[in-house]
């Protein structure tokens, strides 16, 4: 039997994994470095906005499965850095914000019409690991989150050199996650440290945060097909937005 990595070593095998985060994905690559047409923009943004009204629901599946009440007293934090509360608008409504500042009516993204049907999967998928896995496994797998701040200041330190159609009052998104984003993984790398103290158990971690990366860049393979590629679904056949708007359950 192999003896388990040390807190700090575990720490650092999951940091390695930043290498596979999808800054490195030519699709955010391209947006970064101002080379990103504005339809690819706005095929991102609405896009991405099926990733943020699911994070709430996925986080509730959590909290359905948690047990523990001091868990919960924490994470139902980031339900309402999303949905919002009283006084607070939230990351949903910062979203659509963004979407009108890159010139996407609000209706048009809360509709899901763009959402195309391999982000749609992707993003399920994992909602539906954080139904079934165990509590402590769905909230390791938020710890993508560690390299997100990087992914925020990237945004914002690029966008608006390279897009100034873009409104600046679209950014406020971006600007609020490098505060919440430290602070969920801070959370999280607290239960993950401690839940997995086997060698095999933090092997699985390490694969359970690889399937992570895999729903992040798979999203954006998805992206670069449609806005890219220009090979969205049933491109050979129609040129409508043909695929289904998501089948509720
Ligand atoms: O813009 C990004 O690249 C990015 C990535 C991620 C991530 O790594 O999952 C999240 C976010 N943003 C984000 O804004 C966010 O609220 C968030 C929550 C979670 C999660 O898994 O619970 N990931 C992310």
Redesign the pocket.
Known sequence: MTAPMSPEAFEQALRAKGQY???HHPFHVAMYEGRATREQIQGWVAN?FY??IS?PV??AAIMANCPDRDTRREWIQ?II??DGEPGSEG?IEAWLRLGEAVGLPRDKVLSGEMVLPGVRFAVDA?VNFARRASWQEAAS??L??L??PT??QSRLDTWPQHYPWIDPAGYD??RK?LK??RR?VEHGLRITLGHYTTWEAQQRMLEILQF?LDV?WSMLDAMSMAYELERPPYHTVTKDAVWHRGIAL
């Open positions: 985060y999808h800054i991405r990733y943020q994070i996925k986080d980031r850095d999303h990351g994992y797998s938020s993508t989150e390299f997100a992914i925020h998104y971006f996650r919440e984003a969920d992570k992040l």
